[in-house]
């Protein structure tokens, strides 16, 4: 049997079981001619997450919204199984771009997946982080557009999500900043992976590089298990204090979704029908909202975050989700949140 993993009494779903549970809950979706761009989600296929693949990523995008391309978002999928340690990571970027051509022949349906791809670089090599970059921009055919790395920690129950054993602050850490100076020379970004709590530390690591590309994944990591379950009202007000500051850096972009992770807290995978969109419109608005503010359109963009998310909802179901929040955004900052800010961060010809 495959692994289960077990959240709040109750195992997580995987693969078919888990598509089955969002099936349960289909809508029509909203707004079917708005362009998007979907600025992050994975692909594996492992004894402990399961197979999500091109097929299942098109099967889950074909649900009437107009995905017109995606970027694809390092999840240590598909390493070399052999050759220097540093360097293995460079086969999920080969991987990625393989998809990225099987896509772009047309045969999987008129999106683009994975037109864009981050890898992983480890940064804690300090300089010798270098040759790997390279290596991993000739892997990306054209594709290679930054490195995610993340840094996520918690002295609570959300270490669990955490993929490495690190320090609480290794963004401040020298070594670190060595091969993250390497991005900025080599054209690459860095999408910022972290919880709420750390916000302070990605302050102060844009202020040390303020010319590097950013991106804030999941909306900046809100956390709701213990011990910061039951304190929604305070974890919002010091998130809320965190983007507002994070706002200051004009090379800091904010992805928009994420959180529909577990680690938010919400109880939306324990039901035994996923959560309508208007349901999960109330519950995300806030941060949507808050990000949207601070940002603005022209710095904000959208993430399915799936396979991820797909803990509490199905993919159209999502989209519907974000489509109500900004129900009354014109329609040039619909523009810049579902496909501008992607193209522009991303590089993406559309």
Same mark, same amino acid.
């Given at each position: 049997?495959?692994?289960?993993?077990?959240?709040?009494?109750?195992?997580?779903?995987?693969?078919?079981?888990?598509?089955?549970?969002? @099936?349960? +809950?289909?809508?029509?979706? %909203?707004?079917?001619?708005?362009?998007?761009?979907?600025?992050?989600?994975?692909?594996?296929?492992?004894?402990?997450?399961?197979?999500?693949?091109?097929?299942?990523?098109?099967?889950?995008?074909?649900?009437? !919204?107009?995905?017109?391309?995606?970027?694809?978002?390092?999840?240590?999928?598909?390493? +070399?199984?052999?050759?220097?340690?540093?360097?293995?990571?460079?086969?999920?970027?080969?991987?990625?771009?393989?998809? @990225?051509?099987?896509?772009?022949?047309?045969?999987? $349906?008129?999106?683009?997946?994975?037109?864009?791809?981050?890898? !992983?670089?480890?940064?804690?090599?300090?300089?010798?982080?270098?040759?790997?970059?390279?290596?991993?921009?000739?892997?990306?055919?054209?594709?290679?557009?930054?490195?995610?790395?993340?840094?996520?920690?918690?002295?609570?129950?959300?270490?669990?999500?955490?993929?490495?054993?690190?320090?609480?602050?290794?963004?401040?850490?020298?070594?670190?900043?060595?091969?993250?100076?390497? #991005?900025?020379?080599?054209?690459?970004?860095?999408?910022?992976?972290?919880? !709420?709590? /750390?916000?302070?530390?990605?302050?102060?690591?844009?202020?040390?590089?303020?010319?590097?590309?950013?991106?804030?994944?999941?909306?900046?990591?809100? %956390?709701?298990?213990?011990?910061?379950?039951?304190?929604? /009202? /305070?974890?919002?007000?010091?998130? +809320?204090?965190?983007?507002?500051?994070?706002?200051?850096?004009?090379?800091?972009?904010?992805?928009?979704?994420? #959180?529909?992770?577990?680690?938010?807290?919400?109880?939306?995978?324990?039901?035994?029908?996923?959560?309508?969109?208007?349901?999960?419109?109330?519950?995300?608005?806030?941060?949507?909202?808050?990000?949207?503010? @601070?940002? $603005?359109?022209?710095?904000?963009?959208?993430?399915?975050?799936?396979?991820?998310?797909?803990?509490?909802?199905?993919? $159209?179901?999502?989209?519907?989700?974000?489509?109500?929040?900004?129900?009354?955004?014109?329609?040039?900052?619909?523009?810049?949140?579902?496909?501008?800010?992607?193209?522009?961060?991303?590089?993406?010809?559309?």
């Amino acid at each position: 049997m495959a692994e289960q993993y077990v959240f709040r009494g109750n195992a997580y779903r995987h693969g078919e079981a888990l598509h089955e549970w969002t @099936a349960k +809950r289909e809508e029509p979706a %909203l707004e079917p001619d708005l362009p998007i761009i979907d600025t992050h989600h994975h692909l594996y296929d492992d004894e402990r997450r399961h197979r999500y693949l091109l097929d299942q990523l098109m099967r889950d995008v074909n649900t009437g !919204h107009d995905i017109i391309t995606t970027v694809f978002i390092e999840a240590s999928s598909m390493y +070399r199984k052999e050759g220097p340690e540093e360097e293995r990571c460079i086969g999920e970027v080969e991987f990625a771009n393989g998809v @990225a051509a099987m896509s772009a022949s047309g045969l999987y $349906g008129k999106t683009r997946a994975c037109a864009a791809i981050i890898g !992983h670089g480890d940064l804690r090599l300090g300089d010798g982080v270098r040759p790997v970059l390279e290596k991993l921009i000739s892997a990306g055919n054209g594709r290679f557009r930054g490195i995610r790395f993340g840094v996520c920690w918690d002295a609570g129950d959300a270490s669990r999500f955490g993929r490495y054993q690190l320090p609480p602050h290794m963004v401040l850490d020298p070594t670190f900043r060595k091969g993250f100076a390497h #991005l900025k020379p080599l054209g690459l970004s860095f999408e910022s992976w972290q919880f !709420h709590p /750390q916000l302070s530390d990605t302050v102060d690591l844009l202020r040390a590089f303020p010319d590097t590309t950013v991106i804030l994944n999941h909306a900046g990591g809100v %956390l709701g298990i213990p011990p910061h379950d039951n304190k929604r /009202q /305070q974890v919002f007000e010091t998130w +809320r204090k965190s983007i507002r500051d994070l706002a200051q850096f004009p090379n800091l972009n904010v992805k928009l979704g994420g #959180l529909g992770m577990l680690y938010s807290g919400w109880d939306f995978h324990l039901r035994d029908i996923p959560p309508r969109s208007e349901e999960l419109a109330e519950t995300w608005r806030p941060y949507i909202e808050t990000c949207i503010e @601070a940002f $603005g359109a022209e710095r904000c963009m959208m993430e399915s975050n799936f396979p991820v998310d797909k803990q509490s909802c199905g993919y $159209g179901v999502f989209w519907n989700a974000m489509k109500r929040i900004t129900q009354n955004c014109s329609p040039a900052e619909k523009a810049l949140l579902y496909r501008a800010t992607a193209a522009r961060v991303y590089r993406l010809e559309i």
